[in-house]
């Protein structure tokens, strides 16, 4: 759970809550106050002009919400210079490993591991960017991208189109989101990614712990578990899928869960998911043949996956919809809230936002649209 809830919630009155202005990193005031994009400028150059505008949701209006449009060069989030400076060496290294996905060039396990944690970044950035710019639901995020990378279970499906036009997307950054930075799925030209991560979103099909109940307390939540199988199952998780794609998988603990984990499972099964016997830091894994293995070490092109051959909208409308129905199935997951008003602000939020996001699936549904980022 990622979210604390500020005031009392009013879904009559859009209301937009400003953000502080804090480091999209570190979360702290920021020194040396610079501008990190959210978009990298790199992604942004490869995929079409700077100048160009995207949509960025709704904002409020006294006479009701309006549709944000800002150039992809103007979504900034305040960073401070030694944070900005750490991550553009991420940025440094994602850059030629995309390239070469895009052109279909082989890639090591250490490259998916590049791309996944980038996908915590660019994730956990496009969530505190849209409450920085459009919080209606008055949102206080208590975790920053610093605390977001390499401490919970991830997950990409990479799905391939025939070759189109230069293209950046991002679908399912709307409320659901906001309450639960889950997923969401970028386009990149003719590749779309679908991103996944959560808490022990992989341990129980990895066998490493069964999630029981999820607790939400005021500044963030907890998961009760109990001991896994210590076996690998396919498939990993419980929502469905388009499987026309290169499934990506990696379980990474946070300290929390390591303690309670690493005391339940023997030192075998340990060491065949983690990347050494002291790590909290999965292996990579991805599906081959009905099973999972781990990715190769040496550089292949066994990840390219098959390509779909469907004019863009198309496939933006079934990988559109796939990301707001597991949005919404891991939104619906039954959570303990003990304080009485927390659960009823938490509940008036969740289907708000539960709303929206069935709205936009009937509009994909009954191909209404237009493309929307
Ligand atoms: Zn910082």
């Keep these: 759970m990622a979210i604390h809830i500020k005031k009392d919630l009013n879904i009559d009155r859009f209301q937009l809550i400003f953000m502080e202005k804090v480091c999209i990193f570190c979360g702290q005031r920021p020194y040396n106050k610079t ?3 959210v978009i990298p400028k790199w992604l942004i150059e490869l995929t079409g002009s700077p100048k160009r505008y995207g949509f960025f949701g709704y904002y409020n209006e006294d006479k009701g919400p309006k549709e944000m449009h800002l150039s992809f060069n103007d ?9 900005n400076k750490t991550y553009s060496d991420l940025e440094a290294k994602t850059k030629p490993v995309i390239l070469e996905l895009l052109d279909e060039k082989p890639l090591d396990g250490k490259d998916i591991n590049i791309i996944l944690t980038w996908f915590d970044k660019v994730r956990i950035g496009l969530w505190l960017g849209s ?7 008055g949102i206080n995020p208590n975790f920053y991208i610093d605390q977001g990378t390499f401490s919970r279970d991830r997950m990409v499906l990479i799905y391939k189109n025939k070759p189109i036009k230069k293209r950046l997307n991002f679908i399912g950054v709307y409320h659901a989101f906001q309450m639960h930075p889950i997923c969401f799925t970028l386009i990149i030209n003719n590749f779309a990614f679908t991103n996944v991560a959560k808490n ?9 712990a069964v999630l029981q109940e999820d607790i939400i307390f005021k500044r963030g939540g907890a998961g009760i578990i109990k001991k896994g199988s210590q076996k690998i199952s396919y498939p990993l998780v419980d929502f469905n899928f388009e499987k026309n794609c290169t499934e990506f998988y990696q379980p990474n603990l946070s300290d929390y869960y390591s303690k309670q984990i690493f005391s339940m499972i023997n030192d075998e099964h340990r060491e065949k998911i983690f990347i050494s016997k002291s790590s909290k830091i999965g292996n990579i894994f991805y599906h081959r043949d009905g099973s999972l293995i781990k990715y190769p070490t040496k550089k292949n092109r066994s990840w390219v996956p098959p390509s779909f051959d469907l004019p863009f909208l198309e496939f933006f409308r079934i990988i559109g919809m796939q990301s707001l129905q597991i949005q919404n199935h891991y939104f619906k997951k039954k959570s303990i809230i003990f304080d009485p008003k927390l659960s009823s602000e938490f509940k008036k939020q969740q289907q708000f936002a539960l709303k929206y996001n069935n709205i936009l699936l009937e509009r994909l549904e009954k191909r209404d649209f237009e493309e929307f980022g």
Aim: aromatic share 18%; with cysteine; net charge negative.
């Design 35 to 37: 501008k990190e994009h």
């Design 75 to 83: 979504f900034t989030f305040p960073a401070c210079e030694k944070c």
């Design 131 to 137: 409450l920085y710019y459009n919080n209606i639901l």
């Design 200 to 208: 022990l979103l992989l341990s129980e099909n990895f066998g490493l």
